[in-house]
C-alpha cells in the first residue's frame, strides 16, 4: 500500500512538472512573437516611405490637361489624389500686374488605386453658381468681375466665363465648365466620368475675346482605363456624306474659325491730333500810294505841248483835250535877232 501511494504521488508531482513546463513555454511563445513577426517583416519589406494623397510637385510634361499651342506656358503642377478623384493645378505663366496665379484645374472623378489615395474623397460632383461665386471672390480681391450670360461651346461642351479689369491695362476671365456625358448614356455601368475644368488667367494688352482662346483650345490628355468612367459619352457618328461621291468639300477660311490659338485681336491705333500752329494777326506796314497802273489795251491820253513860236489860235484844240479849267494868258516875248539892235523908242534897226 504505502509503495503505491508513492508511486501515484511521484507520478503526480511530474504531471504538474510537465505542465508548467507547458505554461513557461507559451508564455515565452507570446514574447517571443511579436519580435519574430517584426524580423520576419523587415526581411520581406525593402523599406522607405509610403506615398500618400498629400499634394505632390509635379513637372510640366506630366500634367493631365494643357492649354492651347503658343500659350501660356506651364510652369509647374501640383497634384493630389483622393479616394475618388484626381485634381491638378496646372500653373501657368503671368506677366499681368493684378495680384494672383494663372492656372488651369482639372479635377477627373473615376476609381483610384488604394496605395495613391488619401482617407478623404473629393466632392462637388458638378458645378454650382455657389460655389462659382465663392472661387471668383477669391480668384480675384478687389477686382470688378462680372458673369457673361453668352451661351459658349468647346470641343468639350457648353462652359461659361466672368471676366473683368484688373490693374493697369490687365483683362482678366475665370472660365468653369462640366463635362459629362449625356443621361440618355449612362445606361448601366457605362460612362459615369465627370470632369471639372476651371481657368483663372489675367493678361496685359489683350481683350476677353483673346483669353477665352485658352478655353476654346486647350486639351485633355488623361483618361481611365476603364471604359465604365468614359466622360465623353458615346462618340458620334461622322457627317451623312463623308467619303462618299457627289458631297464636295471646301477648304474653310479663317474667318470661319476665329478663336484660333496664337492669335490676338488688333489694338485700334489712335487717333493722331494734328496740331495746328496759330495763326497771329499780321502787322500790316503804310505802303507809299503809287499810280494804278495803265489798262492793257486802252490808248494813253495825249498832251498837247504849244510851240514856243507859234500862239494857238481859239478853235484849234484837238477834240479830244479837255479844255484847261483855269487859262492863264502868256505875253508875247520877241526876241530880236544878233543883227539888230533896239532903239530908244522901242523899234528895232537891222543892219
Known amino acids: 500500500m504505502v509503495w503505491s501511494h508513492l508511486i501515484r504521488y511521484a ?25 519574430i513577426a517584426v524580423l520576419l517583416s523587415a526581411c520581406n519589406n525593402p523599406g522607405g516611405i509610403r506615398p500618400s494623397g498629400a499634394p505632390k510637385m509635379l513637372p510640366p510634361e506630366e500634367a493631365i490637361i494643357f492649354p492651347p499651342p503658343g500659350g501660356p506656358e506651364v510652369i509647374s503642377v501640383i497634384s493630389r489624389t483622393y479616394s475618388n478623384a484626381v485634381q491638378q493645378d496646372v500653373i501657368l505663366r503671368s506677366d499681368a500686374r493684378t495680384p494672383g496665379q494663372n492656372y488651369i484645374k482639372v479635377e477627373m472623378f473615376g476609381p483610384q488605386r488604394a496605395e495613391d489615395t488619401g482617407k478623404d474623397g473629393l466632392s462637388g460632383g458638378s458645378v454650382r453658381a455657389s460655389s462659382i461665386s465663392r472661387e471668383i471672390r477669391s480668384a480675384f480681391p478687389g477686382v470688378q468681375v462680372a458673369t457673361s450670360a ?59 475675346r483673346d483669353l477665352l ?13 476603364s471604359e465604365g468612367w468614359n466622360p465623353y459619352g458615346t462618340a458620334q457618328s461622322p457627317p451623312e456624306g463623308m467619303g462618299r461621291s457627289g458631297n464636295p468639300i471646301y ?35 503804310p505802303q507809299p500810294q503809287l499810280p494804278p497802273p495803265p489798262i492793257v489795251g486802252q490808248a494813253p491820253s495825249r498832251v498837247v505841248i504849244p510851240s514856243p513860236s507859234v500862239t494857238p489860235t481859239s478853235g484849234a484844240r484837238p477834240a479830244d483835250v479837255p479844255p ?26 537891222c543892219n
Open 251 to 285: 477648304p474653310v477660311t479663317a474667318t470661319q474659325f476665329p478663336m484660333q490659338p496664337g492669335t490676338q485681336t488688333p489694338e485700334r491705333q489712335p487717333i493722331a491730333h494734328t496740331t495746328r500752329p496759330v495763326v497771329r494777326a499780321a502787322v500790316v506796314q
Open 11 to 35: 507520478r503526480d508531482l511530474a504531471d504538474i512538472g510537465y505542465a508548467a513546463g507547458v505554461v513557461a513555454v507559451k508564455n515565452a511563445a507570446f514574447v517571443l512573437l511579436p519580435g
Open 324 to 349: 484847261p479849267a483855269n487859262r492863264v494868258e502868256t505875253k508875247r516875248v520877241a526876241i530880236p535877232s544878233p543883227a539888230c539892235t533896239s532903239g530908244g523908242d522901242g523899234g528895232q534897226r
Open 150 to 208: 453668352e451661351y459658349l461651346q468647346n470641343a468639350y461642351g457648353a462652359f461659361s466665363y466672368a471676366s473683368g479689369k484688373g490693374s493697369g491695362d490687365d483683362t482678366c476671365i475665370y472660365a468653369w465648365q462640366h463635362i459629362r456625358s449625356p443621361e440618355d448614356m449612362r445606361q448601366g455601368f457605362k460612362n459615369l466620368g465627370r470632369i471639372n475644368v476651371t481657368l483663372r488667367l489675367c493678361q496685359s494688352g489683350v481683350t476677353v
Open 213 to 225: 482662346t485658352v478655353m476654346y483650345n486647350y486639351t485633355i490628355t488623361g483618361s481611365y482605363d
